[in-house]
């Protein structure tokens, strides 16, 4: 389980996190929104150890892990799938699957057949070069390498940004998936509300660096929810 507790976070003179807090459990989706420029991306980082935290906690199965490395919190299971992808052009389908491999025991470093079962595509596609991959393609292959991993924590950062309706429906339909499995906790984060109402079991809004609103979907009104995110 993860919580993270009155976060704050730094750029220079700029707060761009302000005692933010926000958890998530095995089996639930949480779902962080807001607008542009709000925090979104700078709360992920900060679990992932890739932005340096000001203030607060972040506790992770019991222990607290916000002066961690990136990599040792990867060890620990947590994995992210950043905003714009990320995938390396130049390697193949398969190369980019690998290079998740890294933090990896050695029996563990093959990818397992459920990735390719999510998204048939990347069995497919094994010797294309990343670079040549569509933008749903590439966010599928995103989201495969950080399943690579075995994460017992997956942060997606905004996996609609730019990509076709068609493979919209089979990421929320993998992200679905996933949860059912009941092992591992999701922090997805978006702007698309309609998609992100749908998957949350657990909602926050950010707003200005701040959490404005942050609970369990069933006791929001759905008006209300979407109008706070547009404020
Ligand atoms: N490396 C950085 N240095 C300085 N300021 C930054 C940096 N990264 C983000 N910011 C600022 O911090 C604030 C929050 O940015 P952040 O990217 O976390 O928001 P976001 O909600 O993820 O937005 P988006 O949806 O556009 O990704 C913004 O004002 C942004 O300009």
């Known amino acids: 389980m993860l919580d993270v507790t009155e976060l704050d976070l730094h750029y220079g003179a700029a707060q761009a996190l302000r005692a933010v807090s926000l958890s998530a459990r095995p089996g639930r989706i949480t779902c962080v ?26 506790r992770w199965e019991g222990d607290e892990i916000g002066r961690l490395s990136p990599s040792d919190r990867a060890r620990r299971g947590i ?13 193949t389908v398969e190369e980019n699957l690998e290079t998740g491999f890294a933090g990896l025991p050695r029996e563990q470093r093959f990818v397992p057949d459920e990735i390719y079962e999510l998204f048939p595509v ?5 010797r ?22 075995r994460p017992k924590l997956l942060i997606l950062d905004e996996p609609t940004e730019g990509i ?9 339909a993998a992200i679905s ?3 059912s499995r009941g092992d591992m906790a999701i922090v997805l984060v978006e702007q698309y509300f309609d998609f992100a109402w749908e998957l949350a079991d657990d909602v926050v809004v ?5 959490a404005i609103l942050a609970s369990p979907r069933d006791r929001l009104d759905r008006e209300e929810a979407a109008a706070r995110v547009s404020l």
């Open 33 to 58: 929104l807001g607008r542009n420029g709000v925090g979104k991306t700078s709360l992920m980082r900060a679990i992932m150890g890739q932005a340096r935290i000001s203030g607060g906690s972040i």
């Open 79 to 91: 994995a992210i799938v950043p905003q714009g992808r990320e995938i390396f052009p130049l390697l």
């Open 177 to 179: 998936l996933l949860r």
């Open 164 to 172: 076709q309706p068609s493979i919209i429906k089979d990421i929320g």
């Open 128 to 149: 294309r070069r990343g670079g040549d991959l569509s933008g749903g393609q590439q966010q599928q292959l995103a989201i495969g390498r950080a399943l690579v991993t």
């Open 206 to 210: 950010l707003d200005r660096g701040e």
């Open 122 to 126: 990347l069995k497919k596609m094994l």
